[in-house]
């Protein structure tokens, strides 16, 4: 259940701002907290929310790098949902000036995942064949624009012939729409029986294990979400049935067919504050170089956060769902 309710205004304590929340951007880990699926969540009630864009209008003592005034993003893994959030001062990255409040929304969360699978963990080459799943969503739509400016061969899946337009328009060389063809024999045909170098896999189950048969020697599949994970706390038959979905890596057949397994989750980068500067320079350089622009698919205002989050469900959406305060 989401509720709206008014809480005291937060203030920012040594080393920490308080911004002043003007956009946000849903993901779909969110969904997941609100059902009690998500490990980082806190304890009912909380404030949900990982992404968000605003101003600085308060900062606590020791604070050196930001300022009352600057346009930032705000990366976290809860309490983004308001109209003002506190977060240490790394959490709070500078504003991408030639993006629109919507687009500033929605380039942390998604670009910065789709980033780190893609060129930290898979070390994508140009001359990668990469299959990104979910691929008209926040994070597939971004991974589809990185791996395609890069100079990557880009395949996608998605379950509607809307979302096959959009990622057309997106440039992918071969989208798949599953619920009419199966993806694995559409993309053996399209790569004349190669398969693919890198695959971005975000759902689990049949996908993964179909994704599985797909990789090339020296093939990287990245797993970075779960989105078929339907597990209902009260029904067994649930659990059983998420346990089965749950992707697994067996040796001998990484051994056997040549490929890597890899698996990421953005929180941790919060504790590795190197990588984390590195990763966001190198993306935010990349997207300039390329005038990349997240690709905004719905927008709703603050009270209507349950709409968002049905819309989120539903499958229907594309590229990112924004919140305005
Ligand atoms: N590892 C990380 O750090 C990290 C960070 C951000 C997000 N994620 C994960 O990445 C995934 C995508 O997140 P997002 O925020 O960008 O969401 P999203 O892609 O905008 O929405 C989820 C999409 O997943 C697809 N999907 C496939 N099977 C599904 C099923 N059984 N139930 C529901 N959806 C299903 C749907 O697209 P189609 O119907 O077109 O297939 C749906 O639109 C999520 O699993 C999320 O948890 C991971």
New binding site residues.
Partial sequence: MLQVSDLAEPLAGPGEVRVRIETIG????EI?SRKGLYRWAPKLPYVPGMEAYGVIDAVGEGVDQRRVGEKVLVGAQFGCYAEAVVVPEVQALPAVDFFSSEENAAFL??YM?AW??LFEMARLRRSDAVLV????????SAAVQLAKRFGCSVFG????DA?IELLEKLGVDRAVN?RRQDFETALREETDGRGVDVVLE??G?E?YRKSLNLLAPFGRIVV?????L?LNRWNPLSWWQAWRALPRARLLDMGVHSYGVL?????YLLNEMAVLRQSWEALGSFVERHQIRPVI?ATFRFDEVARAHEL??S???????ILHI
Avoid: C, P, Q
Wanted: aromatic content about 8%; cysteine-free.
């Fill in positions: 849903l993901n779909y880990a997941l969360v998604n995942t780190v699978a799943h979910a691929a008209a969503g926040g994070v597939g899946t998605a379950g509607s979302k599953y975000l759902v189950g996908v970075a979400g779960f989105a078929s339907a698996s990421t989750h953005l929180g698919g989120m469900e499958r229907r959406s594309f590229g990112k769902i």
